[in-house]
T-cell receptor, first 113, second 118 residues
Framework: AQSVTQLDSQVPVFEEAPVELRCNYS??????LFWYVQYPNQGLQLLLK??????LVKGINGFEAEFNKSQTSFHLRKPSVHISDTAEYFC???????????FGTGTRLQVFP | DTEVTQTPKHLVMGMTNKKSLKCEQH?????MYWYKQKAKKPPELMFV???????INESVPSRFSPECPNSSLLNLHLHALQPEDSALYLC?????????????????FGPGTRLTVL
């Protein structure tokens, strides 16, 4: 069975500091990887996705993620965060030839001034 | 335009009421989804419509009844709900559905309807 693990439920960080949000997955078949962000009282917005090709994926709002097949990870990074990045971040995988998107439990990024 | 709209934004209903949630997209997407999200939890898939046909029902209780009148519109009819059904209900759409795009499709989410059942 496929699963997604986000080890950190909360990540507090000061403004302008770098941040990494961790995501690990397990699957015996091909998967595609996504990061979504959810701002308070809003729906989910796609930050970036990895389908194939270069393992370093750049997304919106200065975020990037690196796919590491050997470590089954897809960690999200930003070199310098802003207060406005405070939100819930979800890692997700889609399974080849199914209509399902499997979400991790989410990481709450809290940026302090 | 990558917008999915949902109405109403908030809904309060009693356990004997009948109400409906509405979702609309004009991106020409052929797959639409309903998710339920409890506080501080990830979204849980409820239903998937692909080309206006129900393709996935994640064993959702029959008090939730989805309907897809056309390719742009998705409804969720609610009847005899329980207080534990209170949650944020999210709608999403994607171009071909994940299966049709071999898992590579991007889902676009609406802002959700905050449902409270008294």
């Amino acid at each position: 069975a496929q699963s997604v693990t986000q080890l950190d439920s909360q990540v507090p960080v000061f403004e302008e500091a770098p941040v990494e949000l961790r995501c690990n997955y397990s699957s015996s078949v091909s998967v595609y990887l996504f990061w979504y962000v959810q701002y308070p009282n809003q729906g989910l917005q796609l930050l970036l996705k990895y389908l194939s090709g270069s393992t370093l994926v750049k997304g919106i709002n200065g975020f990037e993620a690196e796919f590491n097949k050997s470590q089954t990870s897809f960690h999200l990074r930003k070199p310098s965060v802003h207060i406005s990045d405070t939100a819930e971040y979800f890692c997700a995988v889609s399974i080849y030839n199914t209509d399902k998107l499997i979400f991790g439990t989410g990481t709450r990024l809290q940026v302090f001034p | 335009d990558t917008e999915v709209t949902q109405t109403p934004k908030h809904l309060v209903m009693g356990m004997t009421n009948k109400k409906s949630l509405k979702c609309e997209q004009h991106m020409g997407h052929r797959a639409m989804y309903w998710y339920k999200q409890k506080a501080k939890k990830p979204p849980e898939l409820m239903f998937v419509y692909s080309y206006e046909k129900l393709s996935i029902n994640e064993s959702v209780p029959s008090r939730f009844s989805p309907e897809c009148p056309n390719s742009s519109l998705l409804n969720l009819h609610l009847h005899a709900l329980q207080p534990e059904d209170s949650a944020l209900y999210l709608c999403a759409s994607s171009q071909d559905g994940l299966a049709g795009a071999w898992g590579t499709d991007t889902q676009y989410f609406g802002p959700g309807t905050r449902l409270t059942v008294l």
